[in-house]
């Protein structure tokens, strides 16, 4: 049961219910401390430090395990897609985007903090800096998939992604070569950066039926 700490309290209060959490506890003096219940875990909040900025994302946090990671995304997802009108997936509050066969997504907060779900068996073995066993493309498709899946950081997986296509694209199979250029595409649009040279290249690919 984390105690996270909350800059924004009205935009906490709606966030939360718009998710479908029920508020527990609500106290705004003399001091601020919220409690919300869903699905059988509560999250606490209290008041924020001065110092805390939001827009930085260091505010704090917690995992939340879970026996299925997808269904607890598409359950945010559809809410807020009721509530808002959208998936909010830029700025805060947002949910991080979730593809078949992941093991966590995060929800980070109005105030920052960020919330990870992580499915209840995930490998232990699971690599986080991109895995050994692989080389060229498939090892910068790897790491670019860790640093937007586990480290939310799509400015380096998109320099990921640029070098690998660079160094490697020549000796990559089509399969990889459209795989990172998906990727890149997908990444650069979030970051609101030009995609028109990358669809091009995926389009000019020789690509099979199958």
């Not at 799509?154 to 640029?162: G, H, I, P």
């Not at 694209?169 to 040279?197: C, P, R």
């Amino acid at each position: 049961m984390p105690l996270l700490s909350c800059v924004h309290p009205d935009e906490t209060l709606a966030f939360w219910r718009a998710l479908g959490f029920k508020t527990i506890y609500e106290q705004r003096k003399p001091y601020l401390y919220f409690a919300f219940r869903w699905s059988g875990f509560d999250i606490h909040y209290g008041r924020a430090s001065d110092s805390v900025d939001p827009a930085a994302e260091k505010t704090g946090g917690c995992l939340v395990m879970v026996d299925d990671v997808a269904a607890y995304h598409a359950t945010f997802v559809a809410a807020m897609r009721e509530v808002y009108g959208k998936v909010l997936a830029k700025g805060l509050p947002r949910i991080t985007r979730y593809r078949p066969g992941a093991s966590r997504f995060t929800i980070v907060d109005p105030s920052g903090n960020s919330i990870v779900f992580i499915q209840r068996d995930e490998p232990m073995e699971l690599e986080y800096g991109g895995s050994k066993k692989l080389a060229g493309l498939a090892k910068a498709l790897d790491n670019a998939r860790i640093l937007r899946e586990f480290k939310n950081d799509d400015r380096a997986a998109q320099r990921a992604l640029k070098s690998g296509l660079k160094r490697h694209g020549d000796s990559a199979s089509t399969q990889e070569k459209a795989q990172a250029l998906e990727m890149l595409i997908e990444v650069s649009m979030e970051l609101d950066d030009e995609v028109a040279e990358w669809r091009d290249q995926l389009r000019n690919l020789p690509l099979s039926d199958e």
